[in-house]
């Protein structure tokens, strides 16, 4: 088995590690903290974080997404470096790039 784990797959810039305490393990981005699901083994975290599934995206994430890139890419005082590449990334990666 591969237990080499994939990058996070909400900000794509977070380092992945595996957690544990004495009943779960699981897999969480010391980036953004976004988490796999609770699994008894490590093996296990490894696997459901690595396969998880696509997200779902509708229209009305992108008209918000790029209403939310809209008002941080427009005003230097909104939103921190990182913000603005995040939300400029998302846009990117549903072909739905910001104009």
Known sequence: ?????KPCWFCSTG???IKSNRQYAWV?????YA???PTRTEAEAIT????RP??????EMVKNL??????????????EEWERKTVNALLA???????
Not at 93 to 99: T, V
């Open 66 to 79: 790029k209403a939310l890139a809209d008002s941080i890419n427009g005003n230097c005082y909104l939103g």
């Open 35 to 37: 988490s796999g699901p």
């Open 1 to 5: 088995m591969d237990n080499e784990l």
């Open 28 to 32: 969480q981005c010391c980036g953004c």
């Open 93 to 99: 990666a549903l072909g739905a790039g910001h104009e």
């Open 54 to 59: 696509a997200p779902v995206v509708t229209d």
């Open 48 to 51: 459901a974080w690595n396969t």
């Open 15 to 17: 380092w992945p590690e």
